[in-house]
């Protein structure tokens, strides 16, 4: 039996915006930690976290910032690496982590395979002079091309309620991960993009068997 395909919402900014994703039934929320319209202060999400249910992952995002400060402050589950961070710093990550590639080629697939240590490895578009979250699509073959890889994969960069069934079929991930689109403005969610998007997840995963469970 397959396993479900994993829903994470990022950009998690208040309270509000966090229980509407959870009642949406979103397994993670990802709070960012670097430059952003969403990033959020340590303080901040530790309130927010404070206030979630039990059984639900807080994944917090860095761009070539060391986290050990901010976990100090903030109970996070796991370290998502959006940066250019080593294969060793990856490694050293005190809690769980994601290693997430900016990708347009196959070429980009090379460096992947470096970061084993890593507890899944997330895909999204390369846009010059972005760091972080793109909000573009990138090339969906190219996930296809990490598959049996060995490592969990996560697939993220301009997902939408409409697309993201198209996105599951061709990928086969082991989660999706949105910001941008389900959100009313920037910054905040929009509950029933949430509703929408978490519903054509689970009904896209139920027809699809992830390579890595």
């Given at each position: 039996?397959?396993?479900?395909?994993?829903?994470?919402?990022?950009?998690?900014?208040?309270?509000?915006?966090?229980?509407?994703?959870?009642?949406a039934?979103?397994?993670?929320?990802?709070?960012?930690?670097?430059?952003?319209?969403?990033?959020?202060?340590?303080?901040?999400?530790?309130?927010?976290?404070?206030?979630?249910?039990?059984?639900?992952?807080?994944?917090?995002?860095?761009?070539?910032?060391a986290?050990?400060?901010?976990?100090?402050?903030?109970?996070?589950?796991?370290i998502?690496?959006?940066?250019?961070?080593?294969?060793?710093?990856v490694?050293?990550?005190?809690?769980?982590?994601?290693?997430?590639?900016?990708?347009?080629?196959?070429?980009?697939?090379?460096?992947?395979?470096?970061?084993?240590?890593?507890?899944?490895?997330?895909?999204?578009?390369?846009?010059?002079?972005?760091?972080?979250?793109?909000?573009?699509?990138?090339?969906?073959?190219?996930?296809?091309?990490?598959?049996?890889?060995?490592?969990?994969?996560?697939?993220?960069?301009?997902?939408?309620?409409?697309?993201?069934?198209?996105?599951?079929?061709?990928?086969?991930?082991?989660?999706?991960?949105?910001?941008?689109?389900v959100?009313?403005?920037?910054?905040?969610?929009?509950?029933?993009?949430?509703r929408?998007?978490?519903?054509?997840?689970?009904?896209?995963?139920?027809?699809?068997?992830?390579?890595?469970?």
């Amino acid at each position: 039996m397959s396993a479900p395909v994993r829903v994470k919402i990022c950009g998690i900014t208040c309270i509000e915006d966090a229980l509407d994703a959870v009642d949406a039934g979103a397994d993670a929320l990802g709070f960012i930690f670097a430059p952003s319209p969403r990033r959020i202060e340590p303080i901040d999400a530790a309130e927010i976290i404070r206030e979630l249910p039990p059984f639900l992952t807080t994944v917090g995002l860095f761009v070539d910032e060391a986290p050990e400060p901010v976990l100090r402050e903030c109970p996070l589950d796991v370290i998502q690496f959006h940066g250019a961070e080593s294969p060793e710093r990856v490694a050293a990550c005190p809690v769980r982590s994601i290693k997430a590639f900016r990708v347009r080629c196959s070429e980009d697939l090379a460096q992947i395979r470096a970061y084993r240590a890593a507890s899944a490895w997330l895909l999204d578009a390369y846009v010059p002079g972005v760091a972080g979250g793109t909000g573009h699509r990138f090339p969906w073959a190219l996930a296809n091309e990490v598959q049996g890889w060995g490592g969990r994969l996560i697939v993220a960069g301009g997902l939408t309620p409409e697309n993201v069934a198209e996105c599951i079929g061709q990928t086969r991930p082991y989660g999706v991960d949105v910001s941008t689109g389900v959100e009313r403005s920037p910054g905040r969610k929009d509950p029933v993009k949430l509703r929408d998007f978490v519903q054509a997840a689970r009904s896209a995963g139920a027809l699809t068997c992830p390579a890595s469970e």
